[in-house]
């Protein structure tokens, strides 16, 4: 099995590269974001309590996140491995995860960070929300409040994977196959380590 996480601030392209290589790799792809908006969408329970937090550019909870994420994973298993994109974003949920993989017997293999500078982020998500409909991606100030969130909470995680041995960024400007190449490069030689 393959578990990959790909990690970057809001709109690095996790969403993007994640579908790009599911399929290459036969991995089932999980992205907390698109289960949010899905419920949000379908007005579960679920969707009602993330539309408060995503609406304002903020996290949505860690024990609503962990448990949904859990579920999602429990879901899917057995399979050749994973794609989690949007999980983690915090300390509480990495380590929420590694304690669900231990039970599993299963670990995460490598974290891909996508490395984009924060100008070219709010622009990506103000062209996105143009054509979205997404709520958090239609103002500047939200957005910011997106990275401002991004620097508190999820930062750190980088320090957490790399003292796992498990860290690898990436630059994420370019063409999206550029950026899927570089992508590729990093899963390939991991694999084949
Ligand atoms: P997400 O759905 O994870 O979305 P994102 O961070 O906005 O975007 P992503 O990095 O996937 O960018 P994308 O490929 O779409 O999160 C949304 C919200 O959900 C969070 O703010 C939070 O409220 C909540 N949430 C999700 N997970 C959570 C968790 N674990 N805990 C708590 N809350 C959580 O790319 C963005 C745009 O850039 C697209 O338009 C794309 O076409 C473009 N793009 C991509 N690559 C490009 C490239 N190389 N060049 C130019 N443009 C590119």
Redesign the pocket.
Known sequence: MLNVI?F????????????MIKNKYGLTHI????V??KNTSEGTKLGNI?KQ??SK??????EI?IAM?ESEILGFVPCNGFIL??????IL?AKSLDNLLINLNLKIDLVIG?D?PND??VK??L??GKT?G?N??QSEDKINK?LE?YDKKTKPLIIFYENQNKFYSID?????N??NNRLINVVDSKKND
């Not at 550019?57 to 860690?62: F, I, N, R, S, T």
């Not at 994420?172 to 999206?176: A, K, N, P, R």
């Open positions: 790909i970057g601030k809001p709109g690095s392209g996790k969403g993007t590269q994640a579908s992205s907390t974001g698109d949010f908006r993330a937090y995503m550019g903020e996290l949505v909870p860690d996140t994420l994109d949007g999980f983690p974003r915090t949920q996508l984009v070219r982020l990506r998500l062209e996105r979205s997404r958090d991606d997106r969130e994420g400007v370019g063409s999206l550029d950026v």
